[in-house]
């Protein structure tokens, strides 16, 4: 990194992680590098670079390098929320993204929305039950936007437009914890919860296929571990 004017920039790992997992770590690093290289930017002591749902903040460990922190807690809705050294819970959250894509088998490219980003959501959600939920992901309208609309009841369910607001993501998912993986979800994509789980709905796809793991038991116990 130093070769085009970069600060060095390293991560943590915890002692006793398996040798897959630095490979793990090299992986967000070489995401940190291509930003760097691809954009032209220069990552400074203090700055902070989103990373799917998560970010980075990048502290001064030495005077030629730089050591990657994450959020604390992913589902915080501070607006300053702490951030503790390491990139693991950014890891864990990538890995359950990119299983919901692998087992409902869905096509095109996963885009995990940064958790600032909003959504057009239905006022009724939070007095649905737990388990009653569906989000659609259309294009986004502006740069914030992250294209997905949020509902308290079902595919076929209508919404007076008086109904619908505009909230951040990171409010919604600190009350549905298990929808986190289900954001990156591509453009066209559409989720169901009831009971039973969920119903993923390809894009360009009438009908839903039912996931086959049950995605309640997904919350900040299985990022913060």
Request: net charge negative; proline share 8%.
């Amino acid at each position: 990194m130093q070769a085009v004017g970069q600060m060095e920039i390293a991560a943590r790992v915890r002692a006793g992680r398996a040798h897959e997992w630095d490979h793990r770590v090299v992986g967000v690093l070489r995401f940190v590098a291509n930003y760097v290289t691809q954009t032209g930017a220069r990552i400074l002591p203090g700055e902070s670079l989103e990373y799917g749902w998560t970010f980075f903040r990048f502290v001064q460990r030495t005077p030629a390098l730089l050591e990657a922190y994450e959020l604390e807690d992913v589902y915080s809705e501070d607006p300053q929320p702490p951030v503790v050294p390491g990139v693991d819970r950014a890891i864990r959250l990538g890995d359950a993204a990119d299983d919901v894509m692998r087992r409902n088998r869905l096509t095109g490219t996963g885009d995990f929305p940064y958790r600032g980003k909003t959504a057009v959501s239905c006022v009724h959600w939070p007095n649905a039950p737990m388990c009653r939920l569906f989000l659609e992901r259309l294009e986004p309208h502006e740069a914030r936007d992250s294209g997905w609309t949020v509902f308290c009841g079902d595919k076929d369910q209508n919404h007076p437009d008086a109904d619908l607001v505009i909230e951040h993501l990171a409010h919604i998912a600190a009350r549905r914890p298990f929808i986190v993986p289900y954001l990156t979800m591509p453009t066209g994509c559409a989720a169901g919860f009831d009971d039973e789980g969920a119903i993923v709905f390809p894009s360009n796809e009438d009908g839903g296929r039912r996931d086959p793991v049950n995605p309640f038991g997904f919350g900040p116990a299985s990022v913060n571990r």
